[in-house]
């Protein structure tokens, strides 16, 4: 049973930079794709970042160019870097990993970004 456990999360001001970490309990290296997911009060839940274990990488259109998604060299942990955060990236983070036959997900991190 594969945990993730995210971290990074706090409040920042409007341009700042955070660095979001997902570290796995399990090994994730036969996890066939992992990203990030967002919740904001009253706002549909948006994927932020998806990269499959081929290395292919989508975001979402809103953080395109701001937000990038990375691997440790163990392959155990994932980050989520963050550059040039608006207030309307504030909301709950989510790191999730998908298996063949199930999608694991971390419990989120608070991002809160200020004008």
């Known amino acids: 049973q594969v945990q993730l456990v995210e971290s990074g999360g706090g409040l920042v001001q409007a341009g700042g930079s955070l660095r979001l970490s997902c570290a796995a309990s399990?090994?994730?290296?036969?996890?066939?794709?992992m990203g990030w997911y967002r919740e904001a009060p009253g706002k549909q839940r948006e994927l932020v970042a998806h990269?499959?274990?081929?290395?292919?990488?989508n975001y979402g259109d809103s953080v395109k160019g701001r937000f990038t998604m990375s691997r440790d060299n163990a392959g155990n942990t994932v980050y989520l870097q963050m550059n040039s955060l608006k207030p309307e990236d504030t909301a709950v983070y989510y790191c999730?990993?998908?298996?063949?036959?199930?999608?694991?997900w971390g419990q989120g991190t608070q991002v809160t970004v200020s004008t």
């Open positions: 399990g090994s994730i290296f036969s996890a066939n794709a």
């Open positions: 990269v499959t274990r081929g290395g292919m990488t």
């Open positions: 999730y990993a998908d298996f063949t036959l199930a999608r694991h």
